[in-house]
């Protein structure tokens, strides 16, 4: 069972930076996707980056100039980089866990995860 916990959430102004942290319960610097999704209030839950078990990264086409993805060697921490922050990006960012898989990679799929964080809140006036 793997336990993951987002923290980095918060209000920001239009055009600010937030950088998320999520800790996982057990070691996932190798053998497991990794990635964040964020759910918009009334809308369906969207993918922003992952990160393969096998390194690859890969992001929303609409948002990848403005985020990045990382993985902390030295705990057991992923991270995601969001710059230039619109009101739209007003959202609950979850980061999500699986094992990797022999089926082929996890991506921004958000049914190829198993284990979801609770959310940070991210909220972005204008």
């Known amino acids: 069972q793997v336990q993951l916990e987002e923290s980095g959430g918060g209000s920001v102004q239009a055009g600010g930076s937030l950088k998320l942290s999520c800790f996982a319960s057990?070691?996932?610097?190798?053998?497991?996707?990794l990635a964040w999704f964020r759910q918009l209030s009334g809308k369906p839950q969207e993918g922003i980056a992952a990160?393969?078990?096998?390194?690859?990264?890969r992001y929303a086409v609409s948002l990848k100039d403005r985020v990045t993805i990382s993985r902390h060697f030295a705990r057991y921490d992923l991270e995601l980089q969001i710059d230039n922050l619109q009101p739209e990006g007003t959202a609950k960012y979850y980061c999500a866990a699986s094992r990797a898989r022999s089926a082929g990679p996890c991506g921004l799929g958000q049914f190829n995860y198993h284990y979801w964080g609770q959310g940070t809140q991210v909220t972005v006036s204008s």
């Open positions: 990160v393969e078990s096998n390194g690859f990264k």
């Open positions: 057990v070691d996932i610097r190798s053998g497991y996707c």
